[in-house]
């Protein structure tokens, strides 16, 4: 069974940075596309960020330039870098990802639990 844990969230100013981490762990045989995705509080799941197994990459316009996904897949690691954060960006921060694992041998999406970030103002 794969598992998807997210880690690095917390408290931050209004300005500053945070970087998240997401390890998939399990008996895996690959990895696809893998995102972060964010839930404010009343609000609609929404992405933030995606990167492809060869690196390609696509942001929400509400991050580009202040944001920076990048993976490990030697690790099966996945990071978002956040800079100059804004109270708007609070939210709990989830990791999905695609993955084919054993002993099924299936591509099922996963999904992390989610990692809080609060911006203050």
């Known amino acids: 069974q794969v598992q998807l844990v997210e880690s690095g969230g917390g408290l931050v100013q209004a300005g500053g940075s945070l970087r998240l981490s997401c390890v998939a762990s399990?008996?895996?045989?690959?990895?696809?596309?893998m995102g972060w995705y964010r839930q404010a509080p009343g609000k609609q799941r929404e992405l933030v960020a995606t990167?492809?197994?060869?690196?390609?990459?696509n942001y929400a316009d509400s991050v580009k330039g202040r944001f920076t996904i990048s993976r490990d897949n030697a690790k099966n690691t996945m990071y978002l870098q956040m800079n100059s954060l804004k109270p708007e960006d609070t939210a709990v921060y989830l990791c999905?990802?695609?993955?084919?694992?054993?002993?099924?041998?299936?591509?099922?999406?996963?999904w992390g639990q989610g990692t809080l970030v609060t911006v203050s103002s």
């Open positions: 399990g008996i895996i045989v690959s990895i696809g596309t």
């Open positions: 999905n990802a695609g993955v084919v694992s054993l002993p099924s041998l299936r591509y099922l999406e996963v």
């Open positions: 990167i492809t197994s060869g690196g390609s990459t």
